[in-house]
Protein backbone atom coordinates (compact mmCIF):
# COMPACT_ATOMS: atom_id res chain seq x y z
CA UNK A 1 0.00 0.00 0.00
CA UNK A 2 1.32 3.07 -1.00
CA UNK A 3 1.96 5.61 2.00
CA UNK A 4 1.81 9.42 1.21
CA UNK A 5 2.83 12.17 3.85
CA UNK A 6 0.65 15.49 3.72
CA UNK A 7 2.56 18.75 5.50
CA UNK A 8 0.70 22.01 5.97
CA UNK A 9 0.64 23.98 8.87
CA UNK A 10 -3.02 24.52 8.36
CA UNK A 11 -4.12 21.38 10.06
CA UNK A 12 -7.48 21.47 8.14
CA UNK A 13 -5.86 22.09 4.92
CA UNK A 14 -3.62 18.31 5.77
CA UNK A 15 -6.68 16.64 6.89
CA UNK A 16 -8.57 17.58 3.89
CA UNK A 17 -5.93 16.74 1.55
CA UNK A 18 -5.16 13.19 3.42
CA UNK A 19 -8.95 12.26 2.97
CA UNK A 20 -9.18 13.24 -0.40
CA UNK A 21 -6.26 11.58 -1.26
CA UNK A 22 -7.04 8.17 0.61
CA UNK A 23 -10.65 8.64 -0.81
CA UNK A 24 -9.82 9.31 -4.57
CA UNK A 25 -6.58 7.48 -5.36
CA UNK A 26 -6.89 4.52 -2.36
CA UNK A 27 -3.69 5.67 -0.63
CA UNK A 28 -2.28 5.35 3.31
CA UNK A 29 -1.92 8.95 4.58
CA UNK A 30 -0.18 10.21 7.09
CA UNK A 31 -0.41 14.37 8.09
CA UNK A 32 2.59 16.83 9.65
CA UNK A 33 1.93 20.13 10.52
CA UNK A 34 5.44 21.47 9.85
CA UNK A 35 8.89 20.62 8.22
CA UNK A 36 10.31 19.32 11.31
CA UNK A 37 7.23 17.24 12.21
CA UNK A 38 8.10 15.56 8.19
CA UNK A 39 11.14 15.01 8.51
CA UNK A 40 10.62 13.10 12.51
CA UNK A 41 7.71 11.14 10.71
CA UNK A 42 10.24 10.04 7.08
CA UNK A 43 12.79 8.74 9.67
CA UNK A 44 10.07 6.56 11.40
CA UNK A 45 7.51 5.82 8.56
CA UNK A 46 8.36 4.29 5.02
CA UNK A 47 6.89 6.92 2.94
CA UNK A 48 6.10 6.71 -0.23
CA UNK A 49 5.62 10.47 -1.55
CA UNK A 50 5.62 13.14 0.01
CA UNK A 51 3.18 16.70 -0.62
CA UNK A 52 4.66 19.39 0.48
CA UNK A 53 3.79 23.25 1.38
CA UNK A 54 6.19 25.34 0.63
CA UNK A 55 4.31 28.73 2.61
CA UNK A 56 5.05 27.46 6.55
CA UNK A 57 6.33 29.47 9.26
CA UNK A 58 9.80 28.26 11.07
CA UNK A 59 11.16 26.01 8.59
CA UNK A 60 9.57 26.15 5.50
CA UNK A 61 9.25 23.77 2.32
CA UNK A 62 12.38 24.95 1.02
CA UNK A 63 14.30 24.10 4.11
CA UNK A 64 12.68 20.34 4.25
CA UNK A 65 14.44 20.35 0.31
CA UNK A 66 17.14 21.13 1.49
CA UNK A 67 17.50 18.62 4.90
CA UNK A 68 16.38 15.72 2.49
CA UNK A 69 19.32 16.36 0.60
CA UNK A 70 21.54 16.38 3.41
CA UNK A 71 20.18 13.09 4.97
CA UNK A 72 20.02 11.44 1.92
CA UNK A 73 16.23 10.78 2.65
CA UNK A 74 15.01 9.80 -0.90
CA UNK A 75 11.36 10.24 -1.05
CA UNK A 76 9.39 11.98 -4.07
CA UNK A 77 8.22 15.20 -3.01
CA UNK A 78 5.41 16.94 -4.62
CA UNK A 79 5.02 20.82 -3.27
CA UNK A 80 1.87 22.78 -3.46
CA UNK A 81 0.98 26.62 -2.80
CA UNK A 82 -1.78 28.59 -2.69
CA UNK A 83 0.21 31.55 -3.87
CA UNK A 84 0.15 31.35 -7.13
CA UNK A 85 4.06 31.90 -7.13
CA UNK A 86 5.21 29.55 -9.75
CA UNK A 87 8.77 30.79 -9.94
CA UNK A 88 8.89 29.43 -6.18
CA UNK A 89 7.96 25.97 -7.44
CA UNK A 90 9.91 25.97 -9.86
CA UNK A 91 12.64 27.02 -7.23
CA UNK A 92 11.48 24.00 -4.69
CA UNK A 93 11.74 21.66 -8.19
CA UNK A 94 15.47 22.91 -8.60
CA UNK A 95 16.04 22.28 -4.58
CA UNK A 96 14.90 18.33 -5.56
CA UNK A 97 11.01 17.97 -5.87
CA UNK A 98 9.35 15.94 -8.19
CA UNK A 99 6.71 18.54 -9.35
CA UNK A 100 4.06 20.89 -8.08
CA UNK A 101 0.64 21.18 -8.16
CA UNK A 102 -1.93 24.56 -7.16
CA UNK A 103 -4.18 24.03 -4.19
CA UNK A 104 -7.27 24.69 -5.89
CA UNK A 105 -6.58 22.29 -8.24
CA UNK A 106 -9.08 19.03 -8.17
CA UNK A 107 -7.89 16.42 -6.25
CA UNK A 108 -7.41 14.04 -9.06
CA UNK A 109 -4.73 16.00 -10.45
CA UNK A 110 -2.54 15.79 -7.35
CA UNK A 111 -2.97 12.09 -7.75
CA UNK A 112 -2.43 12.18 -10.94
CA UNK A 113 0.90 13.95 -10.75
CA UNK A 114 1.96 11.34 -7.79
CA UNK A 115 1.59 8.39 -9.65
CA UNK A 116 3.69 10.08 -12.45
CA UNK A 117 6.42 10.91 -9.26
CA UNK A 118 5.97 6.91 -8.61
CA UNK A 119 6.05 5.56 -11.66
CA UNK A 120 9.66 8.09 -12.14
CA UNK A 121 11.07 6.49 -9.13
CA UNK A 122 9.81 3.03 -10.20
CA UNK A 123 11.51 3.52 -13.98
CA UNK A 124 14.80 4.92 -12.40
CA UNK A 125 15.14 2.01 -10.01
CA UNK A 126 14.50 0.31 -13.32
CA UNK A 127 17.46 2.16 -14.79
CA UNK A 128 19.78 1.44 -12.00
CA UNK A 129 19.18 -2.18 -12.14
CA UNK A 130 20.08 -2.54 -15.78
CA UNK A 131 23.53 -1.09 -15.33
CA UNK A 132 24.27 -3.22 -12.42
CA UNK A 133 23.44 -6.28 -14.56
CA UNK A 134 25.39 -4.77 -16.98
CA UNK A 135 28.44 -7.11 -16.20
CA UNK A 136 26.24 -9.93 -15.31
CA UNK A 137 25.74 -13.37 -17.47
CA UNK A 138 25.12 -13.94 -20.71
CA UNK A 139 20.95 -13.66 -21.25
CA UNK A 140 19.54 -16.64 -22.30
CA UNK A 141 21.03 -17.50 -25.58
CA UNK A 142 21.13 -20.72 -27.61
CA UNK A 143 18.77 -23.03 -29.45
CA UNK A 144 19.98 -26.92 -28.10
CA UNK A 145 17.35 -28.86 -26.90
CA UNK A 146 17.92 -28.22 -23.49
CA UNK A 147 17.41 -24.61 -23.63
CA UNK A 148 14.49 -24.61 -25.66
CA UNK A 149 12.90 -26.59 -23.11
CA UNK A 150 13.52 -24.56 -20.91
CA UNK A 151 12.70 -21.41 -22.39
CA UNK A 152 9.18 -23.49 -23.11
CA UNK A 153 8.76 -23.72 -19.49
CA UNK A 154 9.44 -20.57 -18.84
CA UNK A 155 6.74 -19.64 -21.34
CA UNK A 156 4.43 -21.67 -19.44
CA UNK A 157 4.73 -20.80 -16.14
CA UNK A 158 5.56 -17.01 -16.29
CA UNK A 159 1.95 -15.88 -16.15
CA UNK A 160 1.40 -18.22 -13.22
CA UNK A 161 1.80 -15.98 -9.89
CA UNK A 162 2.56 -18.90 -7.96
CA UNK A 163 6.13 -19.46 -6.02
CA UNK A 164 8.97 -21.17 -8.30
CA UNK A 165 11.67 -23.35 -7.51
CA UNK A 166 14.77 -22.99 -10.31
CA UNK A 167 17.35 -25.40 -9.82
CA UNK A 168 20.57 -25.67 -11.32
CA UNK A 169 24.78 -25.84 -10.94
CA UNK A 170 26.68 -22.51 -9.47
CA UNK A 171 27.16 -20.47 -12.87
CA UNK A 172 24.13 -22.11 -14.86
CA UNK A 173 22.05 -19.12 -15.10
CA UNK A 174 19.51 -19.18 -12.14
CA UNK A 175 18.93 -15.29 -11.62
CA UNK A 176 18.74 -14.97 -15.58
CA UNK A 177 15.85 -17.33 -15.41
CA UNK A 178 14.31 -15.90 -12.73
CA UNK A 179 14.65 -12.17 -14.29
CA UNK A 180 12.79 -14.10 -17.49
CA UNK A 181 9.92 -15.20 -15.27
CA UNK A 182 9.55 -11.38 -14.55
CA UNK A 183 9.98 -10.20 -17.88
CA UNK A 184 6.76 -12.85 -19.61
CA UNK A 185 4.65 -12.17 -16.07
CA UNK A 186 2.15 -10.46 -15.33
CA UNK A 187 4.10 -7.86 -13.01
CA UNK A 188 6.99 -6.81 -15.58
CA UNK A 189 6.51 -3.06 -15.01
CA UNK A 190 6.92 -3.69 -11.33
CA UNK A 191 10.40 -4.25 -9.65
CA UNK A 192 12.49 -7.07 -9.21
CA UNK A 193 14.17 -7.06 -6.45
CA UNK A 194 17.02 -10.04 -6.17
CA UNK A 195 18.80 -11.37 -2.43
CA UNK A 196 21.59 -13.29 -2.45
CA UNK A 197 20.49 -15.39 1.05
CA UNK A 198 24.01 -16.88 1.77
CA UNK A 199 25.07 -12.84 1.86
CA UNK A 200 22.95 -11.79 4.46
CA UNK A 201 24.17 -11.78 7.97
CA UNK A 202 22.02 -14.20 9.70
CA UNK A 203 21.26 -10.92 12.32
CA UNK A 204 19.99 -9.26 9.70
CA UNK A 205 17.79 -11.52 7.43
CA UNK A 206 14.70 -10.76 8.88
CA UNK A 207 15.10 -7.03 8.15
CA UNK A 208 16.44 -6.96 4.97
CA UNK A 209 12.85 -9.84 3.56
CA UNK A 210 10.66 -8.05 5.89
CA UNK A 211 11.81 -4.38 6.78
CA UNK A 212 12.27 -3.06 10.36
CA UNK A 213 10.08 -0.48 12.70
CA UNK A 214 12.60 2.14 13.94
CA UNK A 215 14.48 1.11 17.01
CA UNK A 216 13.56 -2.37 16.80
CA UNK A 217 17.22 -3.36 17.39
CA UNK A 218 20.62 -1.58 17.75
CA UNK A 219 21.07 0.40 14.53
CA UNK A 220 17.26 0.29 13.41
CA UNK A 221 17.06 4.05 13.74
CA UNK A 222 14.53 4.36 10.92
CA UNK A 223 11.42 2.78 9.66
CA UNK A 224 12.48 0.50 6.83
CA UNK A 225 10.48 -1.58 4.19
CA UNK A 226 12.06 -5.01 3.31
CA UNK A 227 12.47 -6.91 0.16
CA UNK A 228 8.94 -7.93 0.22
CA UNK A 229 7.26 -4.92 0.24
CA UNK A 230 9.94 -3.13 -2.63
CA UNK A 231 9.01 -6.11 -4.74
CA UNK A 232 5.14 -5.20 -4.34
CA UNK A 233 3.43 -6.27 -7.72
CA UNK A 234 6.53 -7.94 -9.07
CA UNK A 235 9.10 -10.39 -7.87
CA UNK A 236 11.42 -11.49 -5.17
CA UNK A 237 14.26 -13.54 -6.42
CA UNK A 238 15.88 -15.42 -3.45
CA UNK A 239 18.88 -16.71 -4.42
CA UNK A 240 20.78 -19.57 -2.48
CA UNK A 241 17.32 -20.09 -0.80
CA UNK A 242 18.84 -23.47 1.43
CA UNK A 243 21.05 -20.53 2.94
CA UNK A 244 18.47 -18.87 5.16
CA UNK A 245 17.97 -19.60 8.78
CA UNK A 246 15.09 -22.13 10.06
CA UNK A 247 13.76 -19.48 11.95
CA UNK A 248 13.31 -17.47 8.87
CA UNK A 249 12.18 -20.49 6.91
CA UNK A 250 9.27 -20.72 9.02
CA UNK A 251 8.13 -16.99 8.83
CA UNK A 252 8.77 -17.06 4.99
CA UNK A 253 6.49 -19.84 4.56
CA UNK A 254 3.84 -17.65 6.76
CA UNK A 255 4.06 -14.99 4.15
CA UNK A 256 3.64 -17.64 1.27
CA UNK A 257 0.46 -18.92 2.76
CA UNK A 258 -0.58 -15.34 4.08
CA UNK A 259 0.27 -13.03 1.35
CA UNK A 260 1.09 -10.77 4.23
CA UNK A 261 4.44 -9.53 6.00
CA UNK A 262 5.13 -7.95 9.56
CA UNK A 263 8.11 -5.72 9.90
CA UNK A 264 10.54 -7.02 12.57
CA UNK A 265 9.55 -4.99 15.95
CA UNK A 266 5.81 -4.42 14.54
CA UNK A 267 2.67 -6.50 14.99
CA UNK A 268 0.92 -4.83 11.71
CA UNK A 269 0.38 -7.05 9.08
CA UNK A 270 1.20 -5.85 5.81
CA UNK A 271 -0.40 -7.25 2.63
CA UNK A 272 2.00 -8.06 -0.26
CA UNK A 273 0.87 -9.70 -4.12
CA UNK A 274 4.73 -10.35 -4.55
CA UNK A 275 5.81 -13.14 -6.54
CA UNK A 276 8.61 -15.43 -5.12
CA UNK A 277 11.37 -16.97 -7.23
CA UNK A 278 13.59 -19.24 -5.60
CA UNK A 279 16.96 -20.51 -6.36
CA UNK A 280 19.25 -23.36 -5.36
CA UNK A 281 22.65 -25.32 -6.34
CA UNK A 282 21.60 -27.57 -3.84
CA UNK A 283 19.85 -30.88 -3.66
CA UNK A 284 16.66 -29.52 -1.32
CA UNK A 285 15.41 -33.29 -0.69
CA UNK A 286 18.18 -34.21 0.81
CA UNK A 287 18.36 -30.85 2.86
CA UNK A 288 15.26 -31.74 4.21
CA UNK A 289 16.26 -35.58 5.32
CA UNK A 290 19.41 -33.69 6.89
CA UNK A 291 17.16 -31.49 8.78
CA UNK A 292 18.48 -28.27 7.33
CA UNK A 293 15.69 -27.19 5.23
CA UNK A 294 12.25 -27.16 6.24
CA UNK A 295 9.66 -29.78 4.59
CA UNK A 296 6.59 -27.57 4.54
CA UNK A 297 8.47 -24.62 2.99
CA UNK A 298 10.44 -26.96 0.09
CA UNK A 299 6.50 -28.08 -0.50
CA UNK A 300 5.53 -24.33 -0.96
CA UNK A 301 7.96 -23.38 -2.92
CA UNK A 302 8.25 -25.98 -5.77
CA UNK A 303 4.91 -25.32 -6.90
CA UNK A 304 6.74 -24.93 -10.30
CA UNK A 305 10.74 -26.36 -11.32
CA UNK A 306 12.85 -25.42 -13.53
CA UNK A 307 15.86 -26.92 -14.41
CA UNK A 308 18.38 -24.82 -15.64
CA UNK A 309 21.36 -26.92 -17.71
CA UNK A 310 25.01 -26.86 -17.24
CA UNK A 311 26.88 -25.49 -19.94
CA UNK A 312 28.38 -29.09 -20.92
CA UNK A 313 24.95 -30.08 -21.65
CA UNK A 314 24.61 -27.35 -24.38
CA UNK A 315 28.14 -27.17 -25.89
CA UNK A 316 26.50 -26.22 -29.33
CA UNK A 317 24.99 -22.72 -27.78
CA UNK A 318 28.42 -21.86 -26.73
CA UNK A 319 29.13 -19.89 -30.08
CA UNK A 320 26.24 -17.53 -29.82
CA UNK A 321 27.45 -17.05 -25.47
CA UNK A 322 30.95 -16.17 -27.00
CA UNK A 323 29.43 -13.57 -29.97
CA UNK A 324 27.34 -12.22 -27.23
CA UNK A 325 30.17 -11.94 -24.87
CA UNK A 326 32.64 -10.59 -26.87
CA UNK A 327 30.06 -7.65 -28.30
CA UNK A 328 28.62 -6.61 -24.94
CA UNK A 329 32.01 -6.89 -22.87
CA UNK A 330 34.17 -5.08 -26.19
CA UNK A 331 31.31 -2.57 -26.25
CA UNK A 332 31.62 -1.95 -21.84
CA UNK A 333 35.37 -1.76 -21.85
CA UNK A 334 35.25 0.42 -24.81
CA UNK A 335 37.31 -1.29 -27.17
CA UNK A 336 37.31 -2.50 -30.74
CA UNK A 337 35.29 -5.46 -31.34
CA UNK A 338 37.01 -8.72 -32.05
CA UNK A 339 36.64 -12.29 -32.90
CA UNK A 340 36.83 -15.89 -32.07
CA UNK A 341 39.03 -17.93 -34.74
CA UNK A 342 37.91 -20.76 -35.41
CA UNK A 343 40.36 -23.32 -34.11
CA UNK A 344 40.02 -21.09 -30.78
CA UNK A 345 36.04 -21.87 -30.80
CA UNK A 346 37.11 -24.91 -30.88
CA UNK A 347 38.91 -25.24 -27.95
CA UNK A 348 36.25 -23.64 -25.69
CA UNK A 349 33.57 -25.71 -27.37
CA UNK A 350 35.72 -29.41 -26.03
CA UNK A 351 35.71 -27.81 -22.48
CA UNK A 352 33.32 -29.11 -19.87
CA UNK A 353 33.01 -25.49 -17.76
CA UNK A 354 32.41 -27.55 -14.89
CA UNK A 355 33.74 -25.04 -12.46
CA UNK A 356 31.64 -22.22 -12.96
CA UNK A 357 29.29 -22.87 -16.20
CA UNK A 358 28.08 -19.80 -18.16
CA UNK A 359 29.92 -17.28 -15.38
CA UNK A 360 33.81 -19.41 -16.00
CA UNK A 361 33.10 -19.00 -19.89
CA UNK A 362 31.72 -15.08 -19.61
CA UNK A 363 35.43 -14.20 -16.98
CA UNK A 364 37.73 -16.45 -19.92
CA UNK A 365 36.37 -14.44 -22.82
CA UNK A 366 37.13 -11.43 -20.62
CA UNK A 367 40.55 -11.96 -20.03
CA UNK A 368 40.82 -12.83 -23.65
CA UNK A 369 39.56 -9.50 -24.50
CA UNK A 370 41.77 -7.68 -22.12
CA UNK A 371 45.32 -10.00 -22.65
CA UNK A 372 44.91 -10.51 -26.91
CA UNK A 373 45.92 -6.91 -28.81
CA UNK A 374 44.94 -7.54 -31.59
CA UNK A 375 40.87 -8.40 -33.01
CA UNK A 376 41.56 -11.67 -33.88
CA UNK A 377 41.38 -14.32 -30.66
CA UNK A 378 43.49 -17.28 -31.69
CA UNK A 379 43.88 -21.09 -29.82
CA UNK A 380 47.11 -20.00 -28.88
CA UNK A 381 45.47 -16.85 -26.48
CA UNK A 382 43.49 -19.55 -25.27
CA UNK A 383 44.44 -20.19 -21.44
CA UNK A 384 46.34 -23.12 -20.71
CA UNK A 385 44.48 -25.36 -18.65
CA UNK A 386 41.59 -25.18 -21.23
CA UNK A 387 43.98 -26.32 -24.32
CA UNK A 388 45.66 -29.19 -21.98
CA UNK A 389 42.28 -30.62 -20.72
CA UNK A 390 40.93 -30.20 -24.59
CA UNK A 391 44.28 -32.09 -26.07
CA UNK A 392 44.13 -34.64 -22.96
CA UNK A 393 42.77 -37.81 -24.47
CA UNK A 394 39.42 -38.67 -23.06
CA UNK A 395 36.40 -41.07 -23.99
CA UNK A 396 34.93 -39.95 -26.86
CA UNK A 397 30.97 -39.71 -26.45
CA UNK A 398 28.29 -38.93 -29.08
CA UNK A 399 28.00 -35.50 -29.89
CA UNK A 400 24.64 -34.46 -29.66
CA UNK A 401 22.42 -33.73 -32.73
CA UNK A 402 22.56 -29.86 -31.99
CA UNK A 403 26.02 -30.13 -31.22
CA UNK A 404 26.71 -32.04 -34.96
CA UNK A 405 24.42 -29.89 -36.78
CA UNK A 406 26.24 -26.61 -35.52
CA UNK A 407 29.66 -27.87 -36.90
CA UNK A 408 28.13 -29.40 -39.93
CA UNK A 409 26.76 -25.60 -40.26
CA UNK A 410 30.06 -24.28 -39.83
CA UNK A 411 32.21 -26.36 -42.19
CA UNK A 412 29.64 -25.45 -44.72
CA UNK A 413 30.17 -21.90 -44.17
CA UNK A 414 34.01 -22.40 -43.87
CA UNK A 415 34.37 -24.65 -47.14
CA UNK A 416 32.04 -22.29 -49.18
CA UNK A 417 33.94 -19.00 -48.40
CA UNK A 418 37.13 -20.77 -49.23
CA UNK A 419 35.85 -21.95 -52.35
CA UNK A 420 34.80 -18.38 -52.96
CA UNK A 421 38.03 -16.18 -51.66
CA UNK A 422 35.99 -15.22 -48.78
CA UNK A 423 34.21 -12.85 -50.71
CA UNK A 424 30.76 -12.42 -48.68
CA UNK A 425 28.28 -11.71 -51.39
CA UNK A 426 29.09 -14.55 -53.55
CA UNK A 427 29.45 -16.83 -51.00
CA UNK A 428 25.96 -16.02 -49.90
CA UNK A 429 24.51 -16.78 -53.39
CA UNK A 430 26.18 -19.52 -53.43
CA UNK A 431 24.46 -21.05 -50.07
CA UNK A 432 21.38 -19.60 -51.39
CA UNK A 433 21.13 -17.47 -48.44
CA UNK A 434 18.95 -14.36 -49.16
CA UNK A 435 21.28 -11.68 -48.84
CA UNK A 436 25.36 -11.12 -47.55
CA UNK A 437 23.98 -9.74 -44.32
CA UNK A 438 22.25 -13.19 -43.53
CA UNK A 439 25.99 -14.70 -44.03
CA UNK A 440 27.76 -12.13 -41.97
CA UNK A 441 25.00 -13.17 -38.75
CA UNK A 442 26.22 -16.97 -39.33
CA UNK A 443 29.49 -15.83 -39.13
CA UNK A 444 29.02 -14.09 -36.17
CA UNK A 445 27.74 -16.61 -34.53
CA UNK A 446 29.91 -19.34 -35.35
CA UNK A 447 33.10 -16.84 -34.46
CA UNK A 448 34.53 -17.13 -38.56
CA UNK A 449 35.89 -13.95 -39.35
CA UNK A 450 36.59 -12.41 -42.90
CA UNK A 451 39.86 -12.95 -43.94
CA UNK A 452 41.90 -9.22 -44.45
Same mark, same amino acid.
Request: charged share 30%; proline share 5%; net charge neutral.
Given at each position: ????????? +???????????????????? +????????????????? +???????????????????????????????????????????????????????????????????????????????? +????????????????????????????????????????????????????????????????????????????????????????????????????????????????????????????????????????????????????????????????????????????????????????????????????????????????????????? $??????????????????????????????????????????????????????? $??????????????????????????????????????????????????????
Amino acid at each position: MTLVLVVDD +VAAMAEQYAYDLKRVGGYET +VVAGDGRSALYLLEREA +VDCMILDLEMPGMDGFDVLRALAERDIRVPVIVYTGTGNYDRCVQAVRLGAEGFVDKEEPVERVVQEIEHSLERRRLERE +VASLRRDLGADSPLLGDSKPMLALKDAIARVAPVPSPVLIVGESGSGKELVARELHRMGPGEREPFIPINSAALPESLVESELFGHERGAFTGATATRKGAFEMAAGGTLFLDEVRELPLGTQAKLLRVLEEHAVSRVGSTRMIRVDTRVVAATNRDLEAEVAAGRFRQDLYYRLNVHVLTVPPLRERLSDIPALVHHLLETTCRRYGVRNKALSGE $ALDLLMAHDWRRNNVRELRNVVERLIIAVPGDTIGAEHVPVDIRTRAAAPRPRRP $ATFQGQKAEAERRIVLAALERNDWHITRTAEELGLADHASLLKIMRRHGIKKKE
